[in-house]
């Protein structure tokens, strides 16, 4: 099964970010875009309580519906993920609902894709609760690439996005909803 390895860096900026992974010799692969992100679970929060994750993500008029499966252990998030491209985001969401998910959480993010050498991808995530660098690709990959934009294995986090909208609430006392820019979720960007 194809399995996602990947750990995530809090940064200061994007703007910091950026300026670390040009003098790195990381180029842009993918520039910047805009994310809509959909979790579905089960009324009983099924997939949430077996920490696995069903997702549509829309990017501009493209969708895609992945599965996450559990992680397994270790200093690195590692776990099954499956995904499929569709035309049409409101359909999966449709097709979803009747088979018995609904949407209990939404994110949303800025992201940039880059790359220096083909064994791994660096991304740089903006989103209402921080900036966030993701590295994924094989573990060695992940160390080495760490420590060279000078990061420590202590700087690893391996929380989701929605976790860690929740910690942040807490910290803020604000009551969780989604995880999204402007009035309707975190903070403003």
Not at 106 to 134: A, H, M, S
Request: hydrophobic share 30%.
């Amino acid at each position: 099964m194809p399995t996602e390895t990947e750990v995530k860096l809090a940064v200061a900026s994007a703007a910091a970010a950026r300026g670390l992974l040009r003098a790195k010799g990381y180029r842009v692969s993918k520039p910047r875009i805009f994310e809509a992100n959909d979790v579905f679970d089960t009324p009983d929060r099924r997939l949430r309580d077996a920490q696995s994750l069903l997702r549509v993500r829309q990017v501009r008029r493209e969708a895609k519906l992945t599965y996450k499966g559990p992680p397994s252990g270790g200093k690195h998030k590692s776990r099954e993920e499956l995904e499929l491209k569709a035309d049409d985001a409101q359909t999966l969401a449709s097709i979803l609902g009747r088979l018995g998910f609904a949407r209990v959480f939404r994110y949303e993010k800025y992201r940039t894709e880059f790359q220096r050498e083909t064994t791994g991808t660096v991304t740089l995530d903006e989103t209402p609760i921080g900036t966030y660098l993701e590295l994924e690709g094989a573990p060695g990959w992940i160390d080495r690439t760490a420590r060279a934009l000078g990061f420590e294995e202590k700087d690893y986090i391996l929380e989701s996005y929605g976790r860690l909208y929740l910690t942040w609430c807490e910290r803020q006392g604000r009551e969780p909803g989604d995880m999204v820019f402007g009035k309707r979720g975190g903070q403003t960007r």
